[in-house]
């Protein structure tokens, strides 16, 4: 895990609170506490955090009303991990809201226990850009090569939300053909690490973690993502 990360701990008792700041330290992270939703708000409106650890169901603010705020365009937490974190007979309410603001459920029990390993990868992924390109997938199997045509939802440089309407387990190495418009197509590696939640998100899909890619394709990637919104090259 990255050192020096900046924490949100957003609506925990105390001594939760202090068990999830002596793990963290060991990290060097700084961690800063907001009792509910609406202190959270005020904080997160005033500067980015690497990633907000948030109790479901929030007090003083309601957790949908909470995600929507912090997703906005113009907050400094737009593209930061978000973890909620829910007792047991909360935790499929919790779960609805993965792909709708929240990128990871951690039951209560479970921390500060499993904190560290489901912040790790959200600490590592650069933002993601809206973009909807066309790609080819290859899906290397058993005796054939399945390949699939489908869109990107969004995009980083880690890797990519597709829209896609089979069934692909995590786990499975695959090859992407990513089509960019004016440019050439970038050609790499990857390997499905979720699929969306079928009936709490709003389309069927995977998502993919780039494991590498072919020459120059990086570099052709990188300069798009980097391109002002609505350029075509």
């Known amino acids: 895990m990255e050192n020096g990360c900046e924490l949100l701990l957003v609506g925990f ?8 700041l002596e793990v963290e330290a060991r990290f060097g992270h700084r961690v800063t506490q907001a009792e509910d939703g609406s202190a959270a708000l005020r904080f ?17 603010a309601p957790t949908a009303g909470f995600l929507r ?17 829910a ?28 904190l560290p390993a489901t912040l790790q ?10 973009l909807r390109l066309p790609v080819r997938l290859e899906v290397a199997g058993h005796p054939l090569l399945r390949r699939t045509l489908c869109e990107t939802v ?20 695959v090859r992407f053909q990513l089509f960019l418009p004016g440019a ?13 939640a079928q009936g709490r998100e709003p389309y069927p899909g995977i998502g993919v973690e780039f494991t590498g890619f072919d020459r120059g394709s990086k570099g052709l990637l990188e ?11």
């Open 13 to 20: 008792e105390e001594a939760m609170r202090g068990r999830v």
């Open 44 to 60: 997160a409106s005033h500067g980015r955090y690497d990633a907000l650890v948030v109790s479901h169901p929030l007090e003083a």
């Open 69 to 85: 705020a912090v997703r906005d365009p113009d907050s400094p937490c737009r593209a930061s991990g978000l973890v909620l974190v």
């Open 87 to 114: 007792q047991e007979r909360w935790r499929r309410d919790a779960e609805a809201y993965i792909g709708r603001g929240a990128n990871r459920v951690l039951r209560l029990d479970q921390l500060p226990r499993e």
């Open 121 to 130: 990868p959200l600490l590592r992924i650069p933002p993601r850009s809206p």
């Open 154 to 173: 969004n995009v980083s440089m880690h890797g990519a939300l597709l829209r896609v309407p089979h069934t692909v387990p995590p786990g499975t190495d």
């Open 184 to 196: 050439a197509p970038v050609f790499g590696e990857g390997r499905i690490v979720r699929q969306t």
């Open 223 to 233: 300069d798009r993502l980097s391109a002002p919104r609505g350029a075509t090259t």
